[in-house]
């Protein structure tokens, strides 16, 4: 998870029991997920507050 100036702020991973995680030829797949979340995330934090108008 990156900050606005581009550098780690933080990170994500995946736990799970051997048996269970992951599945034989899905580790790509949670790869992507997990990817695409941080990026998600990443976006989410580096947003401008919306300027909410003061009730009058």
Do not use: D, F, H, W
């Not at 269970?20 to 797949?29: D, F, H, Q, V, W």
């Not at 997920?33 to 941080?38: G, P």
């Amino acid at each position: 998870i990156c900050g606005s100036n581009g550098r780690a702020i933080g990170a994500l991973y995946t736990y799970g029991p051997s048996y269970r995680y992951p599945l034989s030829g899905e580790a790509r797949t949670v790869a992507t997920t997990v990817r695409e979340r941080a990026r998600q995330i990443s976006a989410s934090l580096n947003q401008q507050p919306e300027i909410v108008k003061k009730a009058s």
